[in-house]
């Protein structure tokens, strides 16, 4: 016996799940991006550029420690349009996704961390992340998150149909101080270390003030002031 009903709605359901099938094809596949991960690993030819009063600091410069600085760190995230561009595989261990996370030590020399949102982006502008900073134990720390826009990660053609965001390069900057106990409180030089690299900070020696006070007494008699000066 043929079961009436069961024929009536197979076909439908057969005829939608083909379209499904045939729809799906045509629609490019969207990434899901998960909660980030820490990728501080991953981003490469990291550099810290320090200044102070519009001077960079190179060689045997030196810093002084009673006036601010601003510390520049560039770095390259990888990305999937590197491997895109360059006709190779994506390995998914070596790029950076969206919402992923990065980690900097940037000294135990500063004062406090700067408040605020800093926005990461590309020379053209495009935004790659955010980064904040905070005081962990003695040291101020950077943490960035790739949260930027989408087609930074997900290797999307670019404008016009051309290449996909590829050699993602960001530059954060910051302005600093230091310690006032800096160097144990003793004047002199200072081997602070920003990022990986090593500075001198010159610590003045500290100013003196003295108190000076006069007084003076009057010899009427012999028409004399007596003058006693304390410091």
Known sequence: MINLNQKTYSQPIAFILTLLLVFSMFVPMQFVWAAGTDVSGKLTNK???????????????????????????????????????????????????????AYFELSNAFSTAPSGTYDLKTAEGTLVGHATFDMS??????????????????????????????????????????????????????????????????????????????AGEADLSNREISWSVTV
């Open 47 to 101: 550099t810290v550029i320090v200044t102070q009063s519009g001077i960079e600091i190179t060689g045997s410069a030196t810093i002084d420690s009673t006036k601010p600085i601003e510390v520049g760190i560039t770095f390259k995230v990888p990305v999937r349009g590197d491997y895109i561009v360059a006709g190779n595989p994506v390995d998914e261990n070596a790029i950076v996704n969206k919402n992923d996370e």
């Open 137 to 214: 134990g003695s040291a101020v720390w950077a943490k960035v998150t790739f949260d930027g826009a989408t087609e930074v990660f997900d290797g999307s053609d670019g404008p016009d149909g051309g290449d996909p965001l590829n050699n993602v390069n960001c530059l954060l900057t910051a302005t600093f101080s230091f310690k006032d106990d800096l160097g144990g409180g003793a004047w002199g030089e200072e081997t602070v270390k920003i990022l990986d690299k090593d500075y001198t900070v010159v610590i003045p020696e500290p100013v003196t003030g003295y108190t000076v006070s006069k």
